[in-house]
Structure formats: structure tokens, C-alpha cells
């Protein structure tokens, strides 16, 4: 029986991404939230936490074929490496992006309270959770021990060139933009097409990934 994306393990998601661009756009609301909880930890900054998961999913993307279970602790692998990249030369980087042809993007005020949103560790135990919701009980363990061993202090970053300030944009968020700029690139990497822009009125990525 042909296993639909919506159920489909995250490896699965990641073998399907050079032939199914879609598959990598589920794996990354997937894993956005818990994503982002460990970035906001690390750098305690909410601009540095957007403009570094533009990078770790860029770079997640590059490397999709290569990915090693569980998947969450490999993402965590690449979120990790951007970190000390980012924090020895002290602005975060865009050498993904750039590599996939993913043009800059407006950060806003809105966003930025995105981050907060989705990251959602300000409940008690929230890092914790976010870490290891939705993986399976088998692989919690090493994400978690994975995910202590390799504590980083980062201090202020600036933003990369691919993230800029801008004005309200009530249409769609950051990340929801970031999901079809991915989605383009993965296209591009498997030699097709890039789809056409979603429209404005989809449901927001915010509500995907809250489940109102």
C-alpha cells in the first residue's frame, strides 16, 4: 500500500524530496516548531532564530539524501554546525540559500512574534517537549543526548543578507514564503519546473502547525 506524505516517517519524506519536492515541505512544517525552539534557545535572539532556520533548512535540503535516523537529531546535526559557523564569524550565514538561488526575504515585526509562537518553549518543559514531539519513543534519547552534548553559546548575531527588516505584510508570513521558496529549490534540484506561488488566501502556516 502506497504510504500517503501526511503519514509517511520522516525518512521517507527525505528519500521522496529529489522526485517529490511537496515531501520536503511536509518534513519542514514537521519539524519548523522544534526547529526553532532549539534556535531561540541557543541564541536568544527571535531575528538570529528566523534567519538561522532559513539556513538549516536550506542546508537540510542540500543534503536530504544523505540524511541518517533519526531525522530530527540529523536536522539538529546542521542546526548545530550553523550555530558555530555563524557564531565564529559572528552574522549568520547564507551560503545554502545562496547555493539554491533562494532570494532574500522580509523579516516583520509579526514574524518575529511567529517565532515565539511556533517555537512555544515558554511553557514549562517546552524545550524539552519540542525536542521530542513526534519523534518515536526509539529515537528520544539520542535526540536528547544529542542535542546536550553539543550545548553552544552564541552571542548577538547579525543577519545574513537573505534576511532583511521590512514592513508589515499581513498576506503571508515568513516562514510560510520560506516553505515555498523550499519548495521551489527542491524542484529546481530534481530538474523540474517551480510551481506557481500558493495564493494569499491559504490557510496561514501559523494554524497548519498550531491545529486550529
Not at 536530504?64 to 555563524?86: D, N, Q, T, V, Y
Not at 550565514?93 to 512574534?113: C, K
Not at 518553549?121 to 519513543?137: E, N, S, T
Request: hydrophobic fraction near 40%.
Amino acid at each position: 500500500m502506497r504510504t500517503t506524505r501526511g503519514n509517511a516517517t520522516d525518512e521517507q519524506l527525505l528519500a521522496a524530496t529529489p522526485g517529490r519536492p511537496d515531501a520536503f515541505a511536509v518534513f519542514y512544517r514537521r519539524h519548523l516548531g522544534a526547529t526553532l525552539a532549539l534556535l531561540l534557545h541557543r541564541t536568544r535572539g527571535r531575528e538570529a532564530t528566523a534567519d538561522l532556520a532559513a539556513e538549516v533548512f536550506a542546508a537540510a535540503l542540500e543534503e536530504a539524501g544523505g540524511a541518517e535516523p533519526p531525522a530530527r537529531g540529523w536536522l539538529f546535526g546542521i542546526a548545530h554546525r550553523a550555530l558555530l559557523e555563524s557564531g565564529r564569524r559572528g552574522r549568520v550565514q547564507d551560503a545554502a540559500r545562496r547555493r539554491l538561488g533562494m532570494p532574500p526575504r522580509e523579516l516583520t515585526d509579526g514574524d518575529l512574534d511567529g517565532v515565539v509562537a511556533l517555537a512555544d518553549i515558554g511553557r514549562p518543559g517546552g524545550l524539552a517537549i519540542a525536542l521530542v514531539d513526534g519523534v518515536p519513543p526509539a529515537h528520544r534519547d539520542a535526540v536528547v543526548k544529542g542535542v546536550l552534548e553539543q550545548e553552544v553559546a552564541v552571542g548577538a548575531l547579525h543577519r545574513s543578507k537573505g534576511v532583511v527588516r521590512g514592513p508589515a505584510r499581513p498576506e503571508r508570513s515568513f516562514f510560510e514564503i520560506l516553505e515555498a521558496d523550499l519548495v521551489q529549490a527542491a524542484t529546481r534540484l530534481s530538474g523540474g519546473a517551480p510551481p506557481p506561488e500558493d495564493p494569499p488566501a491559504r490557510r496561514r502556516l501559523l494554524r497548519r502547525l498550531s491545529g486550529d
